[in-house]
């Protein structure tokens, strides 16, 4: 599986911007997937999680500012971050579970929900957001 993120850069207080993930390897409506943001010296922090029956979870004190999805035709993962704020700044990570197959999608939605890194195996090289 490999994952790649693009839409990064440097933007200002207040404005919005879309990160995209495309995927190889794997359909994204297929598994439970996420991004993930992190600051030097951080860990990495759960920001979004979007499972295949379309159940969403969202990082805690983020607000409603963010927004995950996806276009399993075009098979790729996005996230919406509006009002973006100097704390926003980040590399911001794509990551995927295991495609379910015959797993039970409720056990893969109880283990994402938690927006653990560790309990994602797959991951982008990341791109950069700066907010100033």
């Known amino acids: 599986v490999q994952l790649v993120e693009s839409g990064g850069g440097r933007v200002q207080v207040g404005d919005s911007l879309w990160l995209s993930c495309g995927a190889s390897?794997?359909?994204?409506?297929?598994?439970?997937m996420g991004w993930f943001r992190q600051v030097p010296g951080k860990e990495r922090e759960g920001v979004a999680i979007?499972?295949?029956?379309?159940?969403?979870s969202y990082g805690e004190n983020l607000g409603d500012r963010f927004g995950i999805s996806r276009d399993n035709a075009k098979n790729e993962l996005y996230l919406r971050i509006n009002a973006a704020r100097r704390e926003d700044s980040a590399i911001y990570y794509c990551?995927?579970?295991?495609?379910?197959?015959?797993?039970?999608?409720?056990?893969?939605?109880?283990?994402?929900?938690?927006?653990?890194?560790?309990?994602?195996?797959?991951w982008g090289q990341g791109t950069q957001v700066t907010v100033s």
């Open positions: 990551a995927a579970r295991a495609a379910i197959g015959r797993g039970d999608p409720l056990v893969e939605w109880r283990i994402s929900r938690r927006r653990r890194a560790q309990d994602f195996p797959y």
């Open positions: 390897g794997q359909e994204v409506g297929r598994s439970c």
């Open positions: 979007i499972c295949p029956d379309g159940s969403t």
